[in-house]
């Protein structure tokens, strides 16, 4: 427990989209019914993250993962579950209690385009948060900080005077992560932060932010869809499939010795440049929808090793194999069948 | 005749700090059923080239040099009223960009319908079944249900899927998709690479296909454009570029890729060192030198034309040493 920084427990994120009064009535069997219709994005996830490291949450488009990382980090009130930041319940803070850990816990946001303000120069982007959390420091103190940090980035101080319309897609999203790291933050939510760039500058980034870690003793939560990230940057990776965890392991194991049939799927499916086809596990089936989970394991329908016991219990993490830390939620893993 | 022919394209900005060159003599063509890749550095011009395609450079910006010819037919000179027919309609761009195509204020069932209604005769209620049917080929579970939604209520993969969805919507001849897949797993990405290329074989659709993940180009794609600098400095078929990258940007770019090799955590990724040019004050001489490992004093001069490669045809590289064993 104590060297676990950020400590996820049970966490639980519906959102209701049912719409207005009207929409909700429906009309079933003779009678009149109101029902509600929730997306089930996040449900019932526990993780520890260990101070320092770098935790990867893995898993396929829409499956939660930008919804747990908004949940932790404060931006959405949970359902139900708690979230604990050095060992302090964060999740019912008042907004007031929370702003010391809104500078401790920064976000990088997915989308590049969206989390900047358009109406911002790059300059008022960067020095804002600074003079929010660091009103100490004076003008030149947060001149040279900006400076600095946009360097780092691999942006251009030069360029502090242009607005995001002006940037590539690329160079967007290098002012973002330049945003997060201004104000010396002690965690950061890192929701896809290179997917939206080249190979070179994501190579850049990625030793950036792993420089930047050294230095600074910094903890990721990295949440990446992209897995061939994932093995240079990770230590751990949590594989999420609709809402759920279903395997938690180093990442040398979980990529020499996947056991759970999603992750063994998504690894079979890393396109590869030397143009050989690999086989590629397809996923039969339709994708199923969280407004209606699936009883029993979520993966089921895309399963090839689902029976009886798959359809209708739904499965727990368990420890597998030696002490390497290793956490499987499969009826087949645990049976020996898969 | 090529279905999509571009000639000698030049677009530049006219910024307050100087004039931007973002495409500097650009050309290529795109065939029937062809899957072409377009690659290269963050800033090298990919999205501009899209933009540029379907008119839709606004100022400062400006097509200041070249033809765009669409099955034959001059694209770059027609009023903006004539071009509404075939972008969007003929030519499909998925922008990298998702709030280009989407409205925050209007659920993407309403959206969808709307530009089906745009360009096609038909009640609300059969556009609404296409609607549904092309959510269905990008994966979007429950998608009559999700018509009511709103983009903020979807995840950013599936804004991204919900725009491809829109982007087919009316069965295009060219869909131009810049990083249409970065946001998705590569479960879903594989599902709809493999749609977009069925689409090019089946319903005889070009495929421009802009990423940085070299991955992908080489598993969809035929033949590829490397850009830097808003130039083509390599052209070639996929797997030639793969196998055998001429130009040494090219080269740097595929070393660059993580996953080549064991998995080790604390290693380094192999970077091209140094940053590109700023586009507004661009050297002389070939723009890579200062990040080139190979450059002389010509490459400081002169600036490399793209040449055909003597032993593979269809093999274009703009280096005054291409082909050549590395000089000492
Ligand atoms: N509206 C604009 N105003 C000024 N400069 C622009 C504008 N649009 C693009 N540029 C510039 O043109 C150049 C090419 O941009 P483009 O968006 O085509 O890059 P890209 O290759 O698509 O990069 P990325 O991979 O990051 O998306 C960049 O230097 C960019 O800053
Ligand atoms: N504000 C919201 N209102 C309603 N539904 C939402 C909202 N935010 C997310 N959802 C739903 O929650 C589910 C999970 O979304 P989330 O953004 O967490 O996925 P993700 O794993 O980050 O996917 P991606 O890799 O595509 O970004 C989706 O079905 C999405 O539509
Ligand atoms: S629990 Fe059953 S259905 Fe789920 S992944 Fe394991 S074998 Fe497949
Ligand atoms: S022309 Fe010279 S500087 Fe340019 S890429 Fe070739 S060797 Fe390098
Ligand atoms: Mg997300
Ligand atoms: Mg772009």
């Known amino acids: 427990m104590s060297d676990s920084i950020v400590i996820i427990d049970d966490l639980v994120k519906y959102f209701d989209i049912s719409g207005g009064f009207l929409e909700q009535l429906q009309f ?75 500078r401790r816990m920064q976000m990088i946001f997915q989308d590049p385009y969206a989390s900047l303000n358009p109406r911002k120069s790059v300059r008022q982007t960067l020095e804002e948060p600074i003079r929010f959390h ?46 997060s790291l201004v104000v010396d933050p002690g965690f950061i939510i890192a929701d896809e932060p290179v997917s939206a760039l080249d190979v070179s500058i994501q190579a850049q980034i990625l030793n950036l932010l792993m420089d930047a870690q050294e230095e600074r003793g910094l903890t990721y939560l990295f949440i990446t869809h992209d897995l061939s990230v994932v093995r240079h940057i990770a230590a751990r990776v949590a594989v999420m499939y609709l809402g759920t965890l279903c395997e938690l392991a180093t990442t040398a194991e979980l990529y020499n010795n996947p056991r759970h049939p999603y992750t063994q799927a998504l690894l079979s499916a890393i396109p590869a440049i030397d143009g050989r086809k690999k086989q590629h596990i397809r996923l039969p089936g339709e994708i199923p929808t969280p407004i209606n989970l699936p009883k029993g394991c979520v993966f089921h329908g895309r399963c090839i090793h689902a029976n009886d016991r798959c359809l209708n219990e739904i499965p727990v993490l368990l420890q597998v194999g030696d002490s390497s830390g290793s956490y499987v939620a499969c009826h087949g893993v645990e049976e020996g069948r898969v | 005749m090529a279905l999509l022919e571009v000639k000698n394209l030049e677009v530049s900005f006219a910024l307050r700090y100087g004039d931007l060159v973002a495409l500097d003599d650009v050309s290529f063509t795109l065939d029937k059923k062809e899957r072409l890749g377009v ?35 001059r694209l770059d000179t027609l009023t903006e009223a004539e071009m509404r027919h075939i972008r969007g309609n003929r030519i499909s761009m998925i922008f990298q960009d998702p709030m280009m195509t989407l409205n925050p204020v209007l659920t993407i069932g309403t959206q969808m319908v709307e530009t089906l209604r745009a ?139 993580p996953g080549y090799g064991k998995c080790d955590t604390a290693n380094r990724l192999q970077q091209i060192p140094g940053s590109m040019p700023n586009l507004t004050e661009i050297a002389p001489g070939c723009s890579f030198h200062p990040r080139c490992d190979r450059c002389q004093d010509i490459c400081k001069r002169e600036v490399p034309k793209l040449r055909q490669m003597k032993d593979f045809a269809s093999r274009f590289v703009s280096c005054h040493f291409a082909g050549q064993e590395p000089v000492k």
């Open chain 2, 119 to 257: 360009h096609r005769k038909i009640s609300r209620k059969e556009a609404k079944k296409i609607a549904i049917r092309k959510l269905e080929l990008v994966r979007i579970p429950s998608p009559a249900r999700r018509l009511s939604q709103y983009p903020h209520e979807f995840s950013g993969g599936m804004r991204q899927r919900i725009i491809i969805a829109i982007a087919l919507i009316t069965d295009p001849s060219i869909i131009i998709a810049d990083e249409p897949t970065t946001a998705l797993d590569v479960t879903i990405q594989a599902e709809i690479m493999d749609l977009l290329q069925e689409l090019c074989a089946s319903e005889d659709m070009g495929l421009m296909l802009i990423t940085h993940d070299l991955g992908v180009v080489a598993e969809v794609t035929e033949r590829v454009l490397v850009m830097y600098a808003g130039k083509v400095i390599e052209m070639a078929k996929t797997s030639d570029l793969v196998a055998n990258p001429l130009h040494p940007y090219s080269r740097g770019l595929i070393n660059a890729l």
């Open chain 2, 39 to 73: 690659v290269g550095e963050s800033g090298a011009g990919k999205s501009v080239t899209g933009f540029a395609i379907i008119n839709l450079i606004s100022k400062p910006g400006k097509i200041t040099q070249g033809e765009i010819l669409f099955e034959g037919q």
């Open chain 1, 28 to 102: 079933k069997s003779g009678k009149v019914i109101r029902q509600k219709t929730e997306v089930k994005a996040v449900n019932g996830v526990s993780l520890e993250i260990k101070k320092g490291e770098t935790l990867a949450v893995v898993g396929e488009s829409g499956c939660g993962k930008s919804t747990l990382a908004r949940t932790v980090i404060g931006l959405y009130p949970p359902t139900s579950g708690q979230v604990f930041y050095r060992g302090q319940r964060i999740d019912n803070l008042s907004p007031k209690q929370m702003l010391p850990y809104r």
């Open chain 1, 134 to 179: 660091m009103p100490k420091s004076n003008k030149k103190e947060v001149k040279e900080r900006v400076a600095y940090v946009m360097k780092q980035v691999g942006v251009n101080p030069g360029w502090k005077d242009r607005f995001p319309h002006e940037f590539s897609g690329g160079q967007r999203q290098r002012i973002a992560i330049a945003r």
